[in-house]
């Protein structure tokens, strides 16, 4: 099976980290204002370079990371960050999460890379199904996945602490079978 380490739309660019960008997804995994519905990462610096390295030099995970760039004239901006891993290995899913800098949010930005990303999974890597998880509240990702096709399949109830309180969390999937609501022509050269 051919691996793709890129994926393309005529407005982004999704490409694979490497260590020179470990510093600038450093910054974005520990923002907390960038992650307003919690994340995963640690707090700690130091603990989070040490994943991020790991992962791009090509740790135990099946973990790809990616960032998420703005094609310019003759230059490229990064954007964002999207990761995506095996969820459940034997039942060929794929979970990924994404976060776009705020001053590029609203734009369409992450409904082209989640849509960069689930193509990727489903033809170059064998995924059966694809997933996503989001905090009820966050209304501008649950309108990407609607966007996208993606149907709501599971309520996690009370399943984030947000504001003062517990909160619901929503799993969007899309399933091999489905991929033609993703369909878009590549403008990535080769």
Not at 75 to 96: A, D, N, R
Not at 137 to 159: C, H, Q, Y
């Given at each position: 099976?051919?691996t793709?380490e890129?994926?393309c739309?005529?407005?982004?660019t999704?490409t694979?980290?490497a260590i020179?960008?470990?510093?600038?997804?450093?910054?974005?995994?520990?923002n907390p204002n960038?992650?307003?519905?919690?994340?995963?990462?640690?707090?700690?610096?130091?603990?989070v370079?040490q994943?991020?390295t790991?992962?791009?030099?090509g740790g135990h995970?099946p973990?790809k990371?990616y960032?998420i760039?703005?094609?310019?004239?003759g230059?490229?901006i990064?954007?964002g960050?999207?990761h995506?891993y095996?969820?459940?290995?034997g039942?060929?899913?794929?979970q990924f999460?994404?976060c776009?800098?705020?001053?590029?949010?609203g734009?369409?930005?992450?409904?082209?890379a989640?849509?960069?990303?689930?193509?990727?999974?489903?033809?170059?890597?064998?995924?059966?199904k694809?997933l996503?998880k989001?905090?009820?509240v966050n209304t501008p990702?649950?309108r990407?996945?609607?966007?996208?096709?993606?149907?709501?399949?599971?309520?996690l109830?009370?399943?984030l602490?947000?504001?003062g309180?517990?909160?619901?969390q929503?799993?969007?999937?899309l399933l091999e079978d489905?991929?033609?609501r993703l369909?878009?022509t590549s403008?990535?050269?080769?």
């Amino acid at each position: 099976m051919v691996t793709t380490e890129q994926g393309c739309s005529k407005r982004i660019t999704l490409t694979l980290a490497a260590i020179s960008d470990v510093e600038f997804l450093v910054e974005i995994k520990t923002n907390p204002n960038l992650w307003p519905y919690g994340n995963d990462n640690s707090p700690d610096k130091g603990i989070v370079r040490q994943r991020v390295t790991e992962r791009i030099a090509g740790g135990h995970d099946p973990y790809k990371q990616y960032i998420i760039q703005l094609n310019g004239i003759g230059e490229t901006i990064p954007i964002g960050e999207l990761h995506i891993y095996v969820h459940k290995e034997g039942c060929k899913s794929w979970q990924f999460g994404y976060c776009i800098l705020p001053e590029y949010r609203g734009q369409g930005y992450a409904t082209q890379a989640s849509k960069i990303a689930a193509k990727l999974a489903f033809k170059d890597w064998g995924a059966h199904k694809v997933l996503t998880k989001i905090a009820a509240v966050n209304t501008p990702s649950i309108r990407v996945m609607e966007k996208l096709g993606f149907i709501r399949e599971a309520v996690l109830r009370d399943e984030l602490f947000w504001n003062g309180g517990w909160i619901d969390q929503y799993q969007y999937s899309l399933l091999e079978d489905e991929i033609h609501r993703l369909e878009v022509t590549s403008t990535c050269n080769g």
